[in-house]
């Protein structure tokens, strides 16, 4: 007798997601950025992303008073930042 056995086993078929879900914490290149390094958020669509303190410098938004970007005001850096400058006015 002849068996015609069937395969049994079965072939998953793993499901290729391509469209990875976007990572929410991004700075403005698309990289990962680490909490401690956003110190503002650009909403512009064509760099959408947190900044880091080079990147803030090389984009100028504070300087611009870029309309799209977020400063967290309350991030350590810019109190420590806001410090200085008045210590430094408070030294005239
Ligand atoms: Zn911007």
Redesign the pocket.
Known sequence: MIKIGRSSSTIRKYEDRSNKKKNPYTD?NGKYIAESHRLGY???KI?TGF?NHKQIKE?E?TK?N?P??NKYEDHPFWIEKKKRKEAKKNDK
């Open positions: 403005i650009c909403h512009n760099h900044l984009h938004c611009k870029c799209y970007f």
